[in-house]
């Protein structure tokens, strides 16, 4: 599903995608193009791996602020959300623990899903996969629907489907019933992953909240928000490419009211992958004092309960 039309260019974006998941570019050429858009605080936030940062951060050296993340998912209400954990040391292993076993669960289902394309007799195995996208990588869903489309050129099964109808291919064969359905994987509780962040001194903010919440109902958007703020979390992702700036405005209404941070990020992947968000930094809509996000998540970073070589 498209996001919203990412048109204006703001100096903070703490919401980046790098080869190390599914973006399309490496954490270097991620960096370049941070630079090119005249950032001034940034994060790479690749999915459950924070693989990405030493290189993004070499490369950008003391022309801008880093701030190191990783974008973790979680189950919430029945939901696979994403909480945007933020200032964690790469070198905490613990925190790292947790995100491989998340992140060994996807790549286990992609292997599920590889068996299973091989079983109804397409010639694709998880060598093939793993050669063009990376045998560790958990990549765009797309890519490796472009992969399956490509093995099945000659299959007359597959002749409706063009090079890019990746979603009409998607819910014709990868939807409960259809032959390449595998259940979800393992997802962590979203209790679960707010402490794991704070433990490890970072701070939580939920990702692109309108895709779970009903902007319009602040009311049941605050009730909803309010246990996951006393378990710690401590921001909203307001101004992002998936939101409209009705949206961005509302929700930064609700993180007054909650007495949360509000935070922007473009979520960008490349524009191969995302291509209504040309460049980091664009954004629908921006926030009153960009440079202020910084300072309102800084204010709420926690103390860890105990340094890591006391665990």
């Not at 993340?69 to 954990?85: F, I």
């Not at 995100?99 to 010639?123: K, S, T």
């Not at 819910?171 to 390449?180: I, S």
């Not at 921006?286 to 309960?305: G, H, I």
Request: charged share 25%.
């Amino acid at each position: 599903m498209p996001g919203v039309p990412a048109i204006l260019a703001g100096p903070v974006d703490l919401h980046l995608h790098t080869r190390r998941s599914d973006g399309d570019e490496s954490p270097a050429e991620v960096a370049r193009r941070c630079l090119a858009a005249g950032l001034r605080v940034a994060s790479v936030t690749d999915h459950n791996t924070m693989a990405g940062i030493a290189e993004f951060t070499g490369t950008v050296g003391r022309s801008m602020t880093v701030v190191p993340g990783s974008e973790v998912t979680a189950r919430w209400r029945g939901e696979e959300v994403h909480c945007l954990a933020y200032f964690i040391d790469p070198a905490d292993r613990r925190f790292q623990r947790q995100l491989q076993r998340i992140h060994d669960a996807d790549l286990d289902w992609w292997r599920a899903w590889a068996e299973r394309v091989r079983h109804i007799g397409v010639p694709l195995t998880w060598e093939d996969i793993a050669q063009r996208i990376g045998g560790d990588r958990i990549a765009y869903p797309g890519d490796y629907l472009a992969l399956l489309a490509e093995a099945a050129r000659d299959d007359p099964r597959f002749a409706e489907y063009g090079p890019t109808e990746h979603e009409r291919l998607a819910t014709d064969w990868c939807r409960p019933g259809r032959p390449l359905h595998v259940p979800e994987p393992w997802m962590p509780d979203i209790m679960d992953v707010l402490s794991w962040i704070a433990d490890a001194g970072g701070v939580a903010v939920l990702a692109h909240p309108a895709r779970v919440l009903d902007v319009s109902d602040s009311a049941q958007c605050r009730a909803l928000l309010e246990p996951l703020v006393a378990a710690g979390l401590a921001g909203l992702e307001v101004w992002t490419s998936w939101h409209t700036p009705a949206e961005s405005a509302g929700l930064a209404r609700i993180c007054a009211s909650l007495g949360m941070a509000a935070t922007a990020g473009s979520d960008y992947h490349g524009v191969r992958v995302k291509s209504w968000v040309a460049a980091p930094g664009r954004l629908p809509s921006l926030p009153p004092e960009p440079m202020a996000v910084l300072d309102a998540l800084c204010d709420r970073r926690p103390t860890p309960l105990k340094p890591e070589a006391e665990l």
